[in-house]
């Protein structure tokens, strides 16, 4: 039988199948430059996710794109993206790499080492924010839209403001990482939900990382939240992969032992939502 989304053979797509997705991915040649940024994704596990749910050549959105994992992903897959990142030292990072990066043999490595006859990178990204740069794309433009948005509000975990290195548009109202409180987070979401709806082609689909954090003393399932959210614009939740990368594992963290139960939250929901 034809296979109308991907280039995997059938076991290849099986294995892709399992709700627990435990990777391996230490640090690319790029890493040095994006780790600024403070919530990068493995571009090795962007070309993962980009290859099950396209095809080579097709184009893919992230409209939450950083410093570019999605994109980078895009290049070792043999796919194109167009990123939206509203922070302009994401999009100049990105930028610096692909002036001084090449894919070869399934890696990025410097634009020297890859010699003359290496491609230049097809992925672009622009600045600005995703709402507002979305609404002026035709609808069914994207063959997959594939983010990590931001899952911070402006009060974090704790209920204190946070002081984290990768909230640095911290006055502004458009970022979705600066909403109040995740209510107003999810009104960003649905807004956002709309937009990918109309773009995407029929039958294919929206890909989201997104963390489940600890808030005010209690879980909050973020993962659930967002993916009943997108329901309600039209979007089938299809499942969700439960991703972790024992490579960059950090320590846990020792929270109220002897005293109660609070999670060291390692893992990370890849929401799977079908334009149907
Ligand atoms: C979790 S990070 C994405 C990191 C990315 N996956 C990478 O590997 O670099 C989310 C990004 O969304 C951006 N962002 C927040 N609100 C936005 C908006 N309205 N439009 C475009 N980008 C936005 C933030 O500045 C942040 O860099």
Redesign the pocket.
Known sequence: MENRLNELNGSQWLYWTNSIYETFFPPDRTHFL?KK?G???PPQLMAEIISFFTKSGELILD????????LLGAELAGRRALG????PE?VEIYQKIAAGYREFKGELIPAVEAGENARRFASKMICG???AILKGFAPQTFAAIIT???YGCKHGSTGFKRETN?NM?SEDE????NCEDYDAFLVKIEAFGREAYRLLMPDRYLVLLVGDRYYHGEYLPLGYLVAETLRKTGFKWKGTRIWWNKATQRRLKPYAINTCFIPNITHQNILIMRKE
């Open positions: 994006r940024h919530a990068i994704k409209p939450f794109a950083g410093v570019g994992g999605t939206i990142e509203l922070n994401w924010d995703c709402l990590d948005p931001p990768f548009n458009r970022d979705f990482g």
